[in-house]
């Protein structure tokens, strides 16, 4: 799971306020420092904020906002942590999505297609926050320091570009093969444009003070918190707040709590458990394109065995989980697509070539999820039962997620039980498929590797009419459910607590954006 970010209105046209001119003198750049010291227990104050109240320019308060994910990768835009700097609003890449699923500006202002293979994107004038312009020579190095990342960022999963600049505000991107969505690949938060300043040896990536979103990194502390200052010269406009206090707080109780009591104005990934406790004004519930799925490792000792990848399909019953463990919260999984995914439902067609189940006699196996979303654990625990009602022995492992990633891509679970968006990396279905689901999928936690699936995927992959390439990834998915090494469980719907003073909050199906130039409170 990677945990999706326009943060303006795509229609705004772009703005000549603030932009700087050659000559003009740099704005220091403020390196992230990473300290140690930890986060004490329920104080969200920044250090240069006091207690969230109006700032020292005297135009309007900071914002505090409780993230659930911590930084994993070192706030890097090329893997997890993508989705924490596009929600914060510190990076934008060339394109956004809008509410359809369609590609629209962000730091491009328009594109073309010049053949099958080769885009001409006209870039909008821009800074970045080191006070050196969005150049396309500087969008080329961005591009190509995000392909040559290992791994490889999920937007990328089995394609190939090259970028060069093109005249004085043209950026011609090539492909190795045909991409028909290269557009809806480039809005992926992991294709965050940076300053040339951002990339070190060795694929170091630093953003502080690097990217060109309406807020910039000033400071790190671990995996813990993080100070953000307006960007006065962001090219949509001066952001409303002067700042963002960040805080990390994986115990969602914890966050449900903090809004409570007013230590913070903005808090993410509300448990369904404390969404009842809040009052209905901050409470903001949003249909997303993630869906929690039960994923069986199909090159485990016990479920390389379709017949008992069925008996487990067999013994889930997702209905129970939408209605108890998400109260309501969540819609029981129809499939990889859920139904925030508009065009899914009648574009949808039986699974096909599933197995017979066969009794399971008491078979050993692994079940892990992890503990930032806080359903997770739960929903864990109910699965566990009915797989041991249906004769499995199941071990429950509930781990942080950073600390339990790196041995489900590795195959070290029979079962892993989590939350993915499905539109999150590209904005595009196939992508999520190919990335998922193929056998060089870089993000394959059912490890699986079937013919016939690559094969669907790969004709979904070819089809360039949008209607077309929707139906192809239909049928690919009723390919990929026939194998029951994936079980969608829910589709959820994000509570996000909002302080009543709070506005300008962004309501995303694809978990980008949440704090914009507009938010403020």
């Known amino acids: 799971m990677r945990d999706p970010r326009s943060l303006r209105d795509p229609a705004h046209p772009p703005s000549r306020r603030g932009v700087r001119r050659p000559g003009r003198p740099r704005r220091p750049r403020i390196p992230a420092v990473l300290c140690l010291a930890p986060l004490l227990a329920g104080c969200f104050a920044s250090p240069g904020s006091g207690d969230g109240k109006a700032s020292a320019a005297g135009d309007g308060p900071r914002l505090r906002v409780a993230l659930a994910f ?62 050196t312009d969005v150049t396309p020579a500087a969008v080329a190095t961005a591009l190509a320091r995000a392909g040559e990342a290992r791994p490889a960022p999920a937007a990328l999963a ?24 290269l557009p809806l690949r480039l809005s992926s938060p992991s294709l965050a444009v940076l300053s040339p300043r951002a990339y070190g040896a060795g694929g170091a990536v630093d953003p502080a003070g690097t990217a060109t979103g309406p807020f910039e990194i000033t400071r790190v502390t671990g995996a813990t918190a993080a100070d953000l200052d307006r960007f006065d ?20 109780a914890a966050r449900a709590n903090a809004l409570r009591t ?82 899914a439902q009648a574009k949808r067609v039986p699974p096909t070539g599933r197995a017979k189940p066969t009794a399971p006699d008491g078979a050993s196996l692994t079940l892990a999820t992890y503990d930032n979303r806080p359903e997770l654990p739960e929903a864990a625990q109910v699965v566990k039962q009915q797989l041991e009602h249906a004769g499995f022995k199941v071990k429950l ?17 029979d079962a892993f039980i989590g939350a993915r968006n499905s539109l999150l990396d590209t904005g595009d279905p196939v992508s999520l498929l190919a990335g998922d689901f193929t056998c060089d999928g870089g993000y394959n936690l059912a490890r699986l590797c079937d013919a016939a699936v690559d094969r669907a995927i790969g004709k979904a992959q070819a089809a360039t009419d949008t209607d077309k390439r929707q139906e192809a990834a239909m049928a690919a998915e009723a390919v990929i459910l026939g194998t029951d090494a994936v079980i969608p469980l829910v589709h959820q719907r994000v509570v996000t607590g909002v302080a009543a003073k709070v506005r300008g909050v962004a309501a995303d199906p694809y978990e980008r954006t949440l704090v914009g130039a507009g938010t403020r409170r």
Do not use: C, M
């Open 70 to 131: 911590p930084p994993a990768e070192n706030l890097s835009p090329h893997g997890a942590d993508a989705t924490i700097l596009s929600r914060l609003g510190v990076t934008e890449s060339l394109t956004a999505l809008d509410a359809n699923g369609s590609a629209v500006p962000a730091l491009a202002a328009s594109w073309r297609r010049e053949n099958d293979r080769t885009w001409l994107f006209t870039l909008r004038e821009a800074v970045f926050q080191d006070g």
């Open 158 to 181: 089995g394609v190939t570009l090259t970028a060069r600049a093109a005249g004085a505000a043209g950026v011609r991107v090539t492909t190795k093969d045909p991409d028909p969505v």
């Open 233 to 252: 010269d962001y090219w949509g406009g001066r952001a409303q707040a002067p700042g963002i206090d960040v805080r990390f707080v994986a115990d969602g």
């Open 262 to 343: 007013g230590q913070v104005d903005l808090a993410e990934a509300i448990p369904v458990a404390q969404a009842a406790a809040l009052d209905a004004g901050t409470r903001r519930e949003t249909a997303t394109t993630r869906t929690t799925s039960l994923q069986l490792n199909a090159r485990s000792r016990l479920f390389e065995d379709p017949a008992l990848r069925a008996a487990a399909r067999a013994a889930v019953d997702t209905a129970a989980l939408a209605d108890g463990v998400y109260e309501g919260h969540a819609d029981a999984g129809a499939g990889i697509y859920g139904p925030a995914v508009t065009w």
């Open 397 to 413: 492992v509930v781990r942080e997620y950073s600390r339990l990633e790196g041995d489900a891509l590795a195959g070290k679970f």
